[in-house]
């Protein structure tokens, strides 16, 4: 059986599709990230501490950050790949399966 139904296959190309783009570029940019962190030595250019990392923040109206901050993003990051990789990647695989574009 198909579903071929106009709504449902509207909100399939408009919708699901695009949330498993969105998975799939957010785990892969965060990948980029994890990777980029090691090679650079992350934690050694800033520590898990409270301090603000001045980043033009205070003049441009953005929410200050700390290296408190960026360590817990690091942390979140490290989760998400070991979630989606868990079991031989099933999670990952359930969004690959679906995902037609990695670059949104």
Known sequence: MTI?????????????????????????FGNEVLAEWTANGGASLIPNTSDNIVDGSAIDGRHPITGVDANNIINRLSELKADYEEFTSAKLNTILAVATNDRV
């Open 4 to 28: 071929e139904n106009v709504e449902a296959v509207k909100f399939s190309n408009e919708r699901i599709r695009v949330a498993a783009n969105k998975i799939n570029a957010a785990y892969k």
